[in-house]
């Protein structure tokens, strides 16, 4: 066998497929393709590479070129024109049923205010660890990956947060090692100030998902957050109306405390699709606090979000796949 056959033999145990390799005076030039693996896998798969390269008789010294199909990872905002209208509790769900559905799916929380996504996905208190300054999400059960600002802000200081140092906690998380996601959910902070503003500005979603309750407190709030996606040319891909009719939990009637209807309603106005809407029901509130999110369970709710999700995945699909 010559020198480039053992190499290539050497290889293809570890590599197959990803790497092309020749050999010159000694020389080992090995380009490698490390599409959708990760910053540290692909890191890990080059020194694999290098090490196994450098044991070939023959070879004086590896170079080895790290080439990647550049992966367009799209940003879908989840955005509420107020607090507590149960906008964390549709992201994470929403992620879920998507994941469910096969889409690879990561969950950024930059809820500097209420982070919540880390006591949603039962990972809280588990810090996300990072390798070369690049953040690694922390795994949840429920295949969706996860950065949250909660774990990023020291508790009590969101208010000295507001600014640069949330817009750069963000980037972090949005630049960090998300493997081979192809979807980033993005569970903005309630309102439609600066801060929401400038994240949007920065980031640039392919398009929002706007939650509200069937209030007209809320839908006022609700205008004003598309308003704000409308500004910066973020496409509103539809309108949930969450916490819409109570289903009691005893004999099951349902009844419309907070009214019904309106967020569909006001989203007809807009000429903006809705998308759904979810009752407010205390088995989403009792499992949401438990860590355990009703999207990836087998009972009413699981179908009410993968109804949702089927619709978001319908729009993925029409706008880019
Ligand atoms: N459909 C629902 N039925 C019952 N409880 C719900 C429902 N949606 C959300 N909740 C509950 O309402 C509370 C607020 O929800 P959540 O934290 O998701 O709201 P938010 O809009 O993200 O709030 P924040 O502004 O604090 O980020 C939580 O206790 C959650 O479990």
Same mark, same amino acid.
Request: no cysteine; charged share 25%.
């Given at each position: 066998m010559n020198d480039v056959h053992s190499l290539k033999a050497a290889l293809a145990p570890i590599a197959a497929g990803r790497a092309s390799a020749r050999i010159e005076d000694g020389r080992a030039s090995i380009v490698l393709d490390v599409t959708g693996l990760g910053k540290a896998a692909g890191e890990e798969l080059e020194a694999d590479v290098r090490r196994v390269a450098q044991g070939v008789a023959g070879v004086r010294e590896v170079r080895v070129l790290l080439t990647s199909e550049r992966r367009a990872r799209r940003l879908i905002a989840v955005a509420s024109g107020k607090g507590g209208v149960g906008k964390s509790t549709i992201a994470a769900n929403l992620a879920i049923a998507l994941a469910k559905r096969g889409r690879r799916v990561g969950l950024v929380d930059a809820d500097i205010y209420g982070p919540s996504q880390t006591r949603l996905l039962g990972v809280d208190g588990i810090r996300p660890e990072s390798r070369e300054k690049t953040l690694l999400p922390v795994p949840t059960r429920f295949g969706v990956p996860l950065l949250s600002m909660g774990g990023l802000v020291p508790e009590g200081q969101a208010i000295a947060w507001r600014g640069s140092m949330a817009g750069g906690a963000l980037g972090q998380m949005v630049d960090a090692?998300? !493997?081979?996601?192809?979807l980033l959910i993005l569970d903005l902070p309630p309102g439609t100030g600066d801060l929401q503003l400038t994240m949007v500005q920065k980031h640039k979603p392919a398009g929002a998902v706007i939650v509200s309750t069937p209030q007209d407190l809320a839908l006022i709030d609700a205008t004003r957050a598309i308003d704000l996606f409308n500004k910066v040319d973020v496409p509103i891909i539809g309108v949930i109306e969450n916490m819409a009719g109570y289903v009691c939990p005893h004999c099951g009637e349902v009844s419309d405390p907070f009214g019904s209807g309106g967020a569909e309603a006001a989203a007809a106005k807009m000429g903006l699709p809705f998308l759904g809407r979810v009752p407010l029901e205390l088995a989403i509130r009792t499992a949401s606090d438990a860590g355990e999110?009703?999207?990836?369970?087998? !009972?009413p709710q699981a179908e009410t979000f993968a109804s949702l999700a089927a619709q978001l995945d319908g729009w993925l699909t029409a706008n880019g796949g």
């Open positions: 090692d998300w !493997g081979d996601a192809e999110p009703p999207a990836a369970g087998n !009972g």
